[in-house]
């Protein structure tokens, strides 16, 4: 989560005050560790020389490897291969060179999922559900994305020519394309919703996170809000850096955001806010869920510990630990984690990893992630400034719990036998996506599927060899016709149109509004989640 890639060498001196004894002590562990590494490359020559079968000597040391950083129990701390660190460095800068194409295995070819807007693909005529051909002259029918996407990217103002395959399209189409730096969104849209009340998302914590949603917020201001609902929802964290200059966008100056503390003290750092609350007078409702994490939860925390915010939602997923990247010899990246963080109030929200003993079964909501069931469980309490009650433990607990809309025990059964063939699936629902925009050119947010539409989609299903039995089909129905008007939403307005197509099932986004109805200040916000009597289970 830290932003610096390469990491100095920390060399620890002795002074003479340190007496010989400490001296020596260290002169002992070094020489130990002298004998074990050579242990250590004596059983790899004699299981490389000697052992029944023949064993790659490399593969015994990336196994030594693999088992070092197994064994420090640390689920974030891993090796990066150097082959991985590109597309690592992609999503924490935000940026690459490239032709500005989302694509992804389908139907047997590397298929065009969504051009970015304004992007090169998009303005060469390129759509979704093209499907790649040619790149290059190379051919492209055995391709699978990872290689696609290493011939597409390349350096700006650098040419690309695909050939692809189109629907309804007798011969290939052509298409040169001109590579440009390609900028991805961490905030996708900004909208404003009912009543002056502003929407949005940040899909990430990377490099440009607080300029997006400072440019967002003040967009929308300039449109007349006086809410805000700020999704954290899915966001994976990313960078401490720009965690903490998102935070600081709603703090005062000098109000900590949050704390690091490590075994190295280069580690242990109070950051705080640096700049005045931007937008003091505005009240904000923070949305989270399962799985948002890491630095997410460090804006989440920090609001919530200084009244700033209400936190909306289902607790989160609960990384409270900062990682550091290291360049080894050879190009990997050892990614491990070197400190914890706390909120302002003193608030540990790791959650180690537990054995599940509970045998639960989880639910499904209707997008089809897993529920899992709350179980109540004690948690320390701190007190904000205002008297409220907050939580550490494993992850943040919201304010107000709510759920995601959840389906049937009998709706689950349905969709659980979708399952083992959902890849295959998941393809015929794009197929009738893209084939169902084409066929409505007019077609507009808040649409709806009728029967004929999803006895049409049953039909095709064994063409794209995803047929299910009728029974699992009309258990299913409500889910199926969520994703598949999820789908064609995505397909005909993107991000944007995805989420006002899918708001009506939204109960995380609908009780943050309810809780906005005419709100003026933050003050009236606590207030009003006061006099809800709104509380978080698991306590």
Do not use: C
Not at 45 to 56: K, L, Y
Not at 111 to 131: C, K, L, N
Not at 382 to 398: A, D, M, N, Q
Not at 494 to 522: K, N, P
């Amino acid at each position: 989560m830290r932003r610096s890639f390469i990491a100095p060498a920390t060399v620890i001196l002795l002074s003479a005050a340190t007496g010989g004894w400490l001296l020596q002590r260290g002169v002992d562990r070094a020489e130990n560790v002298y004998v074990q590494v050579r242990v250590l490359q004596e059983i790899v020559d004699r299981v490389e020389s000697s052992f029944v079968d023949e064993v790659d000597e490399s593969t015994l040391y990336d196994s030594a490897i693999d088992g070092l950083i197994r064994d420090l129990g640390d689920p974030h701390s891993s090796l990066i291969p150097a082959s991985d660190y590109e597309d690592l460095r992609i999503r924490t800068e935000g940026e690459y060179g490239g032709v500005g194409l989302e694509v992804s295995d389908r139907n047997g070819y590397v298929t065009v999922v969504s051009p970015i807007p304004g992007g090169p693909g998009e303005r060469v005529g390129v759509r979704a559900g093209d499907q790649f051909f040619e790149i290059e002259g190379v051919s492209a029918d055995t391709m699978i994305t990872e290689q696609a996407v290493a011939l597409l990217r390349g350096r700006a103002g650098s040419e690309v020519t695909v050939r692809m395959l189109r629907p309804g399209v007798d011969e290939p189409i052509e298409f040169s394309m001109e590579r440009e730096v390609i900028r991805l969104k961490v905030v996708p849209f900004a909208l404003m919703l009912e009543d002056g009340v502003g929407y949005v998302p940040l899909l990430t914590v990377s490099e440009t996170s607080s300029a997006e949603v400072s440019a967002a917020v003040d967009s929308l201001r300039a449109e007349g809000m006086r809410a805000l609902v700020f999704d954290l929802r899915h966001n994976p964290g990313g960078l401490l850096d720009q965690g903490i200059a998102v935070t600081d966008l709603f703090l005062d100056e000098g109000k900590v955001i949050v704390e690091t503390r490590g075994r190295a003290g280069n580690q242990n750092e109070t950051f705080r806010a640096s700049d005045p609350d931007r937008y003091a007078d505005m009240p904000v409702v923070v949305l989270v869920d399962a799985s948002s994490a890491s630095a997410s939860e460090i804006v989440a925390g920090a609001l919530q510990d200084h009244d700033r915010a209400v936190v909306v939602g289902e607790t989160t997923y609960g990384k409270g630990s900062v990682q550091s990247l290291f360049r080894l010899t050879g190009g990997d990246v050892l990614r491990l984690t070197t400190a914890r963080w706390f909120t302002p109030l003193g608030r540990s929200i790791h959650r180690d990893p537990v054995e599940d003993t509970t045998q639960i079964e989880p639910g499904l909501s209707i997008s089809g992630q897993a529920v899992q069931p709350t179980i109540p469980e004690v948690r320390p309490e701190f007190l904000t400034e205002s008297g409220r009650v907050v939580y550490g433990g494993g992850g943040i607990t919201p304010d107000v719990f709510v759920g995601p809309e959840t389906l049937a025990p009998t709706e689950v059964e349905g969709v659980r036998n979708l399952f083992p063939r959902f890849g295959r699936f998941s393809t015929a629902l794009f197929n009738f996506a893209v084939e169902y925009v084409r066929e409505h050119p007019s077609l507009e947010p808040g649409f709806a599927l009728t029967d004929a539409d999803l006895e049409r989609l049953f039909v095709s299903l064994p063409e794209w060899e995803a047929e299910v039995s009728r029974e699992d089909f009309e258990l299913a129905r409500r889910f199926v016709r969520y994703q598949l008007q999820r789908e064609i939403a995505l397909q005909a307005w993107g991000d944007r149109g995805e989420f006002l197509q899918s708001r009506v099932y939204d109960r995380q986004l609908q009780r943050a509004m309810e809780l906005l109805e005419g709100i003026r200040t933050t003050d009236e916000l606590l207030e009003a989640v006061r006099a809800s009597g709104a509380e978080a289970p698991g306590r």
